[in-house]
């Protein structure tokens, strides 16, 4: 069976991992990835690590996921918080002439939708939208097991919709952005304006809200219509075959989930009902996905 | 050169035509399409129609397009006003067995969508959203000049895109629905509200506008605003390199499409400024898009 090598860069952490075309993760290896020493400090780390993978001569090609909007085309990291120093910096290049191998790079939210698409959820569908919830909110398409990353690396942005104009402008996002108003974050900062500083993430405002606490339900509430703007918005764009959802904010799936869909499906066409929700379930879709990357781009 | 024939089968009139590769028009023919006279009827007419074609048997394919859902897959009208007893007709079976032709259909927006993308003013891009502004709202994502149905033939129902949750319900679309406040009839709904029964179309709301008239004026803003909106969620959604904009409406463009550009690039990410509006260019985008069908699916 073919192997692939993924790795998944991170401000904190490189994980490098050998796949094989089923998604079985056959060896993992992770070093610190201090961004801090700059481009190449980084770029020989992962070498090091891709060689202490076993057997790493024979994987097929390499896929890499890293935070932020990604150029697919040239290999490079277009923006980053974590990883500043290596903006611009011809990633692809110097990891493909070194091993000699297919290379590709793209956002860690576009590779584990990847992964998901092909080898998780979203495996029986021609068209997968992936949601992930968590700090943020992030997605991207899937058709027919490719991924679109869109003219600027941006598609996908869906944190970015605004769900109501009549909201506060708290950052960069637009006003009534969903980021704002139904990430783990939103969640939290709600969540503290009511309850003060007895709330520490999000979790805690659904731990009152299956308390019954009527404050946190309506907090709950207002995230799940929301959360069924924004999937009714990308439903008249994509009409896809099934919504994967992922990302730290479903351990409340039980709260707010059934909520979101009910508002969601009153939100669009009788013809559009088919649609599914599937919660995502490989647990590293993020470094599976990134090795999906040569395996899709090479068959 | 190879040529196919297109056809835009409509509630009241079918034309058929020849185009070459280069999308040029070589023939056209034209008849009443009748459908309260059932689906044999139709057929018979477009069989004929497409006959009376000069050299029809050397065509490589015939595309269709028609208004309203489309299942692509089977070949059948899902829902129609204007053809009500055609829905469920086998209509890609009926024609193709009669042709022994390669035979497609999809819906007319999604058809005016690939003629653009293909050889409009979306032949220069790889990620093509097309938006008509007409009677209604409606539109699709083209990618390397194939155009994305939806699991259900919805992919593209963008009208229907709440922009803004605190309006009035109209119809069976959602509350703040873009295609009940920016559409043409939205305008001479609201220009009819405030000017009364001199308001017949659009066209006049515009026509105030550029004299000046304050509340015409306040109209036409609401309009790019509401607009705006809508565009920045589709771009969220996909990030497109252009958008390519067409429909009745866009006679009134000098009024409302430089406010709407302004308005729509302080709703997107800094990143995502290339993207560019295009005026749809063709004169038959329908028809010409149809006859792409069988071009895009056989090369």
Chains 1, 2 share one sequence.
Do not use: W
């Amino acid at each position: 069976m073919k192997t692939f090598i993924g790795v998944d860069l991170g401000g904190t952490n490189i994980r490098a991992a050998k796949v094989d075309e089923e998604g079985n993760i056959l060896q993992m290896v992770k070093d610190v990835s201090e961004p801090d020493k700059g481009a190449e400090h980084v770029m020989s780390k992962m070498i090091e690590l891709i060689e202490r993978i076993d057997g790493y001569e024979e994987c097929e090609g390499i896929g890499m996921g890293i935070p932020g909007p990604i150029d697919t085309i040239h290999g490079k990291i277009i923006v980053s918080t974590n990883l500043p120093k290596l903006v611009g910096y011809p990633i692809v290049e110097h990891i493909s002439k070194h091993f000699n191998k297919p290379t590709f790079i793209d956002n860690d939210v576009k590779v584990a939708t990847l992964g998901e698409a092909c080898l998780g959820a979203g495996k029986e569908y021609p068209i997968v939208y992936y949601v992930t919830i968590s700090t943020g909110i992030g997605g991207a398409l899937s058709i027919d097991k490719k991924v679109l990353s869109g003219q600027n690396g941006h598609a996908g942005e869906i944190g970015n919709i605004c769900i109501d104009r009549n909201r506060n402008k708290y950052n960069i996002l637009n006003v009534g952005a969903v980021e704002n108003e139904a990430s783990g974050t939103a969640i939290t900062r709600k969540g503290k304006e009511v309850f003060g500083d007895t709330i520490q993430h999000a979790g805690d405002v659904f731990e009152l809200a299956r308390q019954k606490d009527e404050k946190a339900l309506e907090i709950v509430d207002n995230m799940a219509y929301d959360l069924a703007m924004m999937f009714s918005a990308i439903a008249h764009v994509c009409d896809p075959h099934v919504f994967v959802v992922g990302g730290g904010v479903m351990k409340g799936k039980d709260v707010f989930f059934d909520k979101m869909e009910k508002y969601y499906r009153d939100m669009i066409h009788v013809g559009m009902q088919p649609v599914v929700f599937k919660e995502a379930m490989l647990e590293e879709p993020g470094i599976i996905g990134a090795a999906m990357l040569p395996m899709t781009k090479i068959a």
